[in-house]
C-alpha cells in the first residue's frame, strides 16, 4: 500500500523525518521539526511570491493553468458567461450554490436595495483634486465606508452578510460617483428599474433625460464581463484581501487592501497598460520592432503571461469572441487590428512560445471598455467592482475556516548578528560595517 507521506532526509545530521501529505500539499509547519540543535528555529520554504505555496484550502474557484480552465463552484466559466447573470455569479461564489429564483429574486432585491451612500460619502469624494485617479478615490472611500459602519467589525452571520450586501450594491456608486467627480459632472443615483449592470450605466453616463435607458448589448457586455472578473482564486489582490482579513478587521478595510493591490500594473492595472502600448506602437507594421525591444528586456508584452495560466486564458477567449458583438453597436475601435497582430506574431515567437506566454484576461477587456466609452483611468476600477464577490466570498471563507489565524509569515534574516550602539560622533563607516 502506497504511503501518504513524504520522507526527507537531513543531509545535515542524517536524520530522517515524515511528512504526511494531504490534498497534494505537506503543511509548511511539519518542516519545522527538521532542526540542526534544539536552539535552532527549524527548516522553513522560502517562497517569497507564493510560487508554490497555498495559502489556504479553498472550495470556490478552481483553475487548472495548462488546460485553460476556469470554473466558479465547479461551473465552468464559459455556462456562466453564457447562461448567468453577474448578481446569480456572485450569489454562487457567496453560498456555493446557484441561486433558486426565489433567492436570485430576494439576493437582487436585497443588493438593489443597498446602492445608496451616505450624502457624507460625497463631501469625502468631492476633496479629491479633479484629476484624482478614480481607483485611488475608490480605495479610500470603500476604505471610509468602516467608518460609517463601525458594527462591520463583528463577525456574527447576520453582520457578515449585511456587509457583504453593502459591499456589493455600493461599489459601483462610488465608481460612478469617482467617475463623475473626474468630469466634473453631477452625481448620479440608483434607478432600481434596471439590473446591476443597467444601473452602473446610469449612474455613469445619465445626464438630461428623465429615464436612461442602457444599450442591452452593452448592459449584457458589461455583464459578461463582471462575471469573467469576479473571482480568480488566490491572486494577489485576493490574497490581500485573506490576509489583512485574517486580523480580522471589517471587511471594508479588507477590501480596500483588495483593491490596493490590484491597482498595480502586473494585476489590474495590465489592461490600461495594454491600451497604452498599443497607442505607442501605433500601426501594424512597428510590432516586430516593439517584439524586439520586448525580448531585449526593454519592457513586457502587457496583457500576456500569467503566473497560473501556461495556456490561453479561457477569459480572453470568451472576451474576444464578445468583441466584435460589442463593436457592432459601438464604434470599431482602431487598435483592435494591432492587437489581433500582436497576438498571431507573439503566439509564434520562440521567446514566447517556450516562455508559454498567452494573451491573458486584460489582453482585449481594455479594447471593449474603450468602445463603451470609459476612459483608461476607469479600467481597473471596472475590474474592482465584481471582483469584489470574488473577494467577499473568500474573506468569508477564510473568517468561517477553523484553522485560520492571523497571517503572519516568517522571514529569513540576513541582516547583521548583534552589535552594540555606535553614538554619533564616533561614526565611521569602518568602524560600523561588518
Ligand atoms: N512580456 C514579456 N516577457 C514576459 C511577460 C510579458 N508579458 N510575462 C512574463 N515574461 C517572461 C519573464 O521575463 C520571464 O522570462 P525569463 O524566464 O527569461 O526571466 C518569464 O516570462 C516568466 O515570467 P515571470 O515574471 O517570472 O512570471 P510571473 O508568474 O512572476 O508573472 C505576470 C506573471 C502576469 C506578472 C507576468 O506575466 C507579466 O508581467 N505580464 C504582463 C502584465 C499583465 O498582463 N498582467 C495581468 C495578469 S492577468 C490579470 C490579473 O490576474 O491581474
Not at 456562466?80 to 436570485?104: N, Q, V, W
Not at 452571520?157 to 450594491?169: D, K, P
Not at 449612474?203 to 438630461?208: N, R, S
Not at 466609452?373 to 464577490?389: D, G
Request: proline residues 6%; hydrophobic residues 35%; contains cysteine.
Amino acid at each position: 500500500m502506497t504511503r501518504e507521506t513524504l520522507t526527507i532526509i537531513d543531509n545535515r545530521t542524517g536524520k530522517t523525518y515524515e511528512a504526511p501529505i494531504e490534498h497534494g500539499a505537506i503543511r509548511a509547519t511539519d518542516l519545522r521539526k527538521i532542526r540542526i540543535s534544539e536552539d535552532d528555529f527549524g527548516l522553513m520554504s522560502y517562497d517569497p511570491a507564493f510560487m508554490n505555496t497555498a495559502s489556504c484550502r479553498s472550495t470556490i474557484t478552481y483553475i487548472d493553468g495548462d488546460k485553460g480552465i476556469l470554473r466558479y463552484r465547479g461551473y465552468p466559466i464559459e455556462q456562466l458567461a453564457k447562461r448567468s447573470t453577474y448578481l446569480g455569479t456572485a450569489y454562487l461564489l457567496l453560498h456555493g450554490e446557484l441561486p433558486t429564483a426565489t433567492e436570485l429574486n430576494d439576493w437582487t432585491w436585497q443588493i438593489t436595495h443597498h446602492t445608496w451612500i451616505h450624502e457624507n460619502m460625497k463631501k469625502f469624494m468631492d476633496g479629491f483634486h479633479h484629476d484624482a485617479h478614480p481607483m485611488g478615490m475608490l480605495i479610500s472611500s470603500v476604505a471610509a465606508f468602516s467608518t460609517f459602519y463601525p458594527e462591520a467589525k463583528d463577525g456574527n452571520r447576520e453582520t457578515r452578510h449585511l456587509q457583504i450586501v453593502r459591499l456589493i450594491a455600493k461599489m459601483p456608486t462610488l465608481a460612478a460617483f469617482a467617475y463623475r467627480h473626474s468630469r466634473g459632472l453631477p452625481y448620479a443615483y440608483a434607478d432600481n428599474d434596471l439590473t446591476y449592470t443597467g444601473n452602473f450605466l446610469n449612474m455613469l453616463f445619465k445626464t438630461t433625460e428623465v429615464k436612461y435607458k442602457p444599450d442591452p448589448i452593452l448592459e449584457k457586455a458589461l455583464e459578461v464581463l463582471f462575471i469573467l472578473h469576479a473571482d480568480h482564486e488566490q491572486n494577489c489582490s485576493t490574497n490581500a484581501v485573506r490576509s489583512v482579513g485574517s486580523s480580522q478587521v471589517d471587511p471594508y478595510c479588507a477590501v480596500a487592501a483588495g483593491t490596493a493591490a490590484l491597482y498595480g500594473p502586473l494585476h489590474g492595472g495590465a489592461n490600461e497598460e495594454v491600451l497604452k502600448m498599443l497607442q505607442v506602437i501605433g500601426s501594424k507594421d512597428r510590432i516586430p520592432e516593439f517584439i524586439k525591444q520586448v525580448k531585449e528586456g526593454k519592457g513586457r508584452l502587457m496583457g500576456f503571461g500569467h503566473r497560473v495560466y501556461k495556456n490561453y486564458d479561457p477569459r480572453a477567449k470568451i472576451i474576444k469572441q464578445m468583441a466584435d458583438e460589442v463593436f457592432s453597436v459601438t464604434r470599431p475601435n482602431p487598435l483592435l487590428p494591432i492587437a489581433l497582430e500582436l497576438e498571431r506574431i507573439a503566439l509564434q515567437d520562440e521567446y514566447f512560445v517556450s516562455r508559454r506566454l498567452y494573451p491573458n484576461v486584460d489582453f482585449y477587456s481594455g479594447l471593449i471598455y474603450q468602445a463603451l466609452n470609459f476612459p483608461m483611468e476607469m479600467f481597473p476600477v471596472l475590474f474592482a467592482i465584481p471582483r469584489t464577490s470574488g473577494w467577499l466570498a473568500q474573506w468569508q471563507e477564510m473568517r468561517l475556516d477553523p484553522e485560520q489565524k492571523i497571517a503572519r509569515p516568517r522571514q529569513v534574516y540576513l541582516g547583521p548578528s548583534e552589535r552594540d550602539y555606535v553614538p554619533i560622533g564616533r561614526r565611521d563607516a569602518g568602524a560600523q560595517r561588518p
